[in-house]
């Protein structure tokens, strides 16, 4: 810039860039103070309160602005040759009545450059460009507006100042006669929406759009304003139209793309609004570090659960702004998933003095109070959520776990009504917590209601295998194995050979010992697998090979009673099977083939004497039950 704004001095010549050569070529009329009226009126522009684009899909990059190129080709050009002076003055008002980042910064340069204006003039139309550059783009005014305009308090003497001056107060006002049907002086009292939230405000604001708009002059501004009035009013849907609308005269005027995706945040469309958000930065680069497209990001990766994404955004927010309650809670929802406790519970008592009710609070309340171990605390706050939310599955399963882990010390009667309270719970998690195709939920809702349904089945799956009841249990098993860190193939290949899927318990136990050939567990479900699925001789292999190495004596315990069940005869499987309770009294396997052996010889005081030790173990498996019953019949 080489003027200054405290100087009278007149340096560089009119700068003759491509947008005002466009602007003087065409013979556009952008009214001004004592500038000639055109031979013929205008014609009217579409009516403002019916958006360009309401169905909300982002614009494409290409499309953004295009309406910029044209602007103000319906005026009827002057047949007069414009003066030096005047030609500056318009191009320079054209710039600011454009109102996106690239035109007041070409404002700017152009009030830098000229030779014609006078100085109050000069003064004047820079004041009212940096206020508009402060209000509606707060993050980049330090790249738009010349140092020494940054903080000038003092408004210029000239009318057109001192009316935007009570607009950029918050005081929109309607313009004296000597203003009227400027351009400028009816677009700056919509500035004052970005100062008040009054409905006064707006009305008085979008009276002076609706006088703007029958100018036929082009301003992103009109819908940014529009769109912030709709956003308050909470009309998702004219907000998008709206804010499409000043992107379609300035797509760099990310505003407007940081209201769309909030709008789409808001409508449950956080994809939307990540693209939208894309789009602006395809643009304007530097806007990445604005804090209110920052702050849409983080949102929008939160809510479609790309939490390591959205970390880092959610604390900058809060370095920013600690007492923003939305961001609050969405860090503890962060912490406690990662299990951070200790840190998520100051967070959650800041929010709760702003809204102790909210669904994501209490949740969150029992979640950490579990996480601490606190188990009646936790059980307060989840039948407090149910109270308030009593179909809401993430409470429906968050309650059935805590009730499900009732301690032993507790009463026989009262654990016994605690386990009958969880699965009930837990059943109606299964029926509330669906997410059906074609849902309105956020990805992050759909993931936690999914992850809750999981839940509830894990909690079944658990309950029917104690019961040993097979058939429940094999019904329950692919949704259980989607709840979060379980690791359900060693109870999977239980479920699968007691209900006897040998073919898919076979493949499971395969593909585990393939992912994990030193391990113990997969090992042994692999041989179980093949053993059922009458696969002896490579069950044999696999048994003999690894009998061969370390292993631990529970391990070995399992091989043994194994090799007992592949024995030709009675005499090598009782030996493999003593051999397995050497290793390992409490091989119930092992304690359950002796008894069969022994029953089937007919002796029973030592049937009697193994099977007594495995109802120790198991005393509520049914056929352990059976077996006892088959025993006493027999006779002594």
Same mark, same amino acid.
């Given at each position: 810039?080489?003027?200054?704004?405290?100087?009278?001095?007149?340096?560089?010549?009119?700068?003759?860039?491509?947008?005002?050569?466009?602007?003087?070529v065409?013979?556009?009329?952008?009214?001004?103070?004592?500038?000639?009226?055109?031979?013929?009126?205008?014609?009217?522009?579409?009516?403002?309160?019916?958006?360009?684009?309401?169905?909300?899909?982002?614009?494409?990059?290409?499309?953004?602005?295009?309406?910029?190129?044209?602007?103000?080709?319906?005026?009827?050009?002057?047949?007069?040759?414009?003066?030096?002076?005047?030609?500056?003055?318009?191009?320079?008002?054209?710039?600011?009545v +454009?109102?996106?980042?690239k035109?007041?910064?070409?404002?700017?340069?152009?009030?830098?450059?000229?030779?014609?204006?006078?100085?109050d003039?000069?003064?004047?139309?820079a004041?009212?460009?940096?206020?508009?550059?402060?209000?509606?783009?707060?993050?980049?005014?330090?790249?738009?507006?010349?140092?020494?305009?940054?903080?000038?308090?003092?408004?210029?003497?000239?009318?057109?100042?001192?009316?935007?001056?009570?607009?950029?107060a918050?005081?929109?006002?309607?313009?004296?006669?000597?203003?009227?049907?400027?351009?400028l002086?009816?677009?700056?009292?919509?500035?004052?929406?970005?100062?008040?939230?009054s409905?006064?405000?707006?009305?008085?604001?979008?009276?002076?759009?609706?006088?703007?708009?029958?100018?036929?002059?082009?301003?992103?501004?009109?819908?940014?304003?529009?769109?912030?009035?709709?956003?308050?009013?909470?009309?998702?849907?004219?907000?998008?139209?709206?804010?499409?609308?000043?992107?379609?005269?300035?797509?760099?005027?990310? $505003?407007?793309?940081?209201?769309?995706?909030?709008?789409?945040?808001?409508?449950?469309?956080?994809?939307?609004?990540?693209?939208?958000?894309?789009?602006?930065?395809?643009?304007? $680069?530097?806007?990445?570090?604005?804090?209110?497209?920052?702050?849409?990001?983080?949102?929008?990766?939160?809510?479609?659960?790309?939490?390591?994404e959205?970390?880092?955004?959610?604390?900058?927010?809060?370095?920013?702004?600690?007492?923003?309650?939305?961001?609050?809670?969405?860090?503890a929802?962060?912490?406690?998933?990662?299990?951070?406790?200790?840190q998520?519970?100051?967070?959650?008592?800041? =929010?709760?003095?702003?809204?102790?009710?909210n669904?994501?609070?209490?949740? +969150?309340?029992t979640?950490?109070?579990?996480?601490?171990?606190?188990?009646?605390?936790? +059980?307060?706050?989840?039948?407090?959520?149910?109270?308030?939310?009593?179909?809401?599955?993430?409470?429906?399963?968050?309650?059935?776990?805590?009730?499900?882990?009732?301690?032993?010390?507790?009463?026989?009667?009262?654990?016994?009504?605690?386990?009958?309270?969880?699965?009930?719970?837990?059943?109606?998690?299964?029926?509330?917590?669906?997410?059906?195709?074609?849902?309105?939920?956020?990805?992050?809702?759909?993931?936690?209601?999914?992850?809750?349904?999981?839940?509830?089945?894990?909690?079944?799956?658990?309950?029917?295998?104690?019961?040993?009841?097979?058939?429940?249990?094999?019904?329950?098993?692919?949704?259980?194995?989607?709840?979060?860190?379980?690791?359900?193939?060693?109870?999977?290949?239980?479920?699968?050979?007691?209900?006897?899927?040998?073919?898919?318990?076979?493949?499971?136990?395969?593909?585990?010992?393939?992912?994990?050939?030193?391990?113990?567990?997969?090992?042994?479900?692999?041989?179980?697998?093949?053993?059922?699925?009458?696969?002896?001789?490579?069950?044999?292999?696999?048994?003999?090979?690894?009998?061969?190495?370390?292993?631990?004596?529970?391990?070995?315990?399992?091989?043994?009673?194994?090799q007992?069940?592949?024995?030709?005869?009675e005499?090598?499987?009782?030996?493999?099977?003593?051999?397995?309770?050497?290793?390992?009294?409490?091989?119930?396997?092992?304690?359950?083939?002796?008894?069969?052996?022994y =029953?089937?010889?007919?002796? =029973?005081?030592?049937?009697?004497?193994?099977?007594?030790q495995?109802?120790?173990?198991? $005393?509520e498996?049914?056929?352990?039950?059976?077996?006892?019953?088959?025993?006493?019949?027999?006779?002594?």
């Open positions: 810039m080489t003027r200054h704004w405290r100087d009278d001095a007149r340096s560089a010549p009119l700068c003759c860039v491509p947008f005002v050569t466009r602007l003087l065409a013979g556009l009329c952008i009214a001004c103070a004592g500038a000639p009226a055109p031979s013929a009126p205008a014609p009217s522009a579409p009516a403002p309160s019916a958006p360009a684009q309401a169905q909300g899909e982002p614009l494409a990059d290409k499309t953004r602005g295009a309406a910029a190129a044209d602007a103000g080709t319906a005026l009827k050009p002057t047949a007069t040759p414009l003066s030096p002076a005047l030609a500056e003055r318009r191009a320079i008002e054209f710039a600011i +454009l109102a996106s980042p035109s007041l910064s070409e404002a700017f340069s152009l009030i830098g450059t000229s030779k014609a204006l006078k100085l003039e000069a003064r004047s139309l004041w009212i460009a940096a206020r508009i550059a402060g209000l509606v783009y707060p993050e980049a005014a330090e790249e738009l507006v010349p140092a020494d305009l940054r903080n000038q308090g003092e408004t210029p003497a000239t009318p057109l100042a001192r009316f935007a001056g009570e607009a950029a918050g005081r929109p006002g309607t313009p004296e006669p000597a203003l009227e049907g400027q351009p002086a009816e677009l700056v009292p919509a500035l004052a929406l970005f100062r008040s939230e409905r006064e405000t707006a009305r008085r604001a979008l009276e002076g759009l609706e006088r703007f708009a029958r100018l036929g002059a082009v301003s992103a501004l009109p819908g940014i304003v529009r769109g912030l009035d709709a956003e308050r009013r909470k009309d998702w849907q004219g907000a998008l139209g709206f804010y499409a609308e000043a992107l379609s005269v300035a797509g760099d005027a990310y $505003p407007a793309s940081a209201g769309r995706a909030r709008a789409f945040l808001a409508t449950n469309r956080p994809a939307e609004a990540l693209a939208e958000l894309d789009a602006a930065l395809s643009l304007r $680069p530097s806007a990445s570090d604005y804090a209110t497209l920052r702050r849409a990001r983080a949102e929008a990766y939160y809510r479609l659960g790309r939490f390591a959205a970390e880092p955004l959610v604390i900058g927010v809060l370095r920013e702004d600690p007492l923003d309650s939305g961001f609050v809670l969405m860090r929802h962060l912490l406690t998933r990662a299990r951070a406790y200790q998520a519970l100051p967070l959650l008592d800041a =929010y709760a003095t702003v809204d102790p009710g669904r994501r609070y209490l949740l +969150l309340r979640l950490v109070a579990e996480g601490l171990k606190s188990r009646d605390e936790a +059980l307060k706050w989840a039948r407090r959520g149910l109270t308030a939310y009593p179909d809401d599955p993430e409470f429906l399963a968050a309650a059935a776990r805590l009730l499900f882990a009732a301690p032993l010390s507790l009463k026989l009667e009262l654990r016994d009504a605690a386990l009958a309270e969880g699965r009930e719970l837990a059943r109606r998690t299964l029926d509330a917590g669906r997410v059906e195709p074609g849902s309105t939920l956020a990805p992050l809702e759909a993931q936690l209601k999914g992850e809750a349904i999981a839940e509830a089945a894990r909690l079944l799956l658990l309950d029917a295998v104690a019961r040993y009841d097979w058939t429940t249990a094999l019904s329950l098993l692919d949704r259980a194995k989607t709840a979060p860190g379980f690791d359900a193939r060693a109870l999977s290949g239980l479920v699968l050979r007691k209900s006897g899927e040998w073919g898919r318990a076979l493949e499971e136990a395969a593909a585990w010992y393939r992912e994990a050939p030193e391990s113990e567990e997969a090992i042994a479900a692999y041989a179980r697998a093949l053993i059922g699925a009458k696969s002896d001789k490579a069950a044999q292999e696999l048994i003999t090979r690894h009998l061969a190495g370390k292993t631990s004596p529970s391990f070995r315990s399992t091989l043994l009673y194994l007992g069940v592949l024995a030709k005869n005499e090598a499987a009782l030996g493999f099977f003593r051999s397995s309770l050497v290793e390992n009294a409490d091989n119930g396997e092992a304690l359950v083939a002796m008894y069969d052996l =029953y089937r010889r007919k002796e =029973y005081q030592r049937a009697r004497f193994y099977l007594k495995a109802l120790a173990i198991a $005393p498996d049914p056929e352990l039950k059976r077996r006892a019953r088959e025993l006493e019949a027999a006779g002594p």
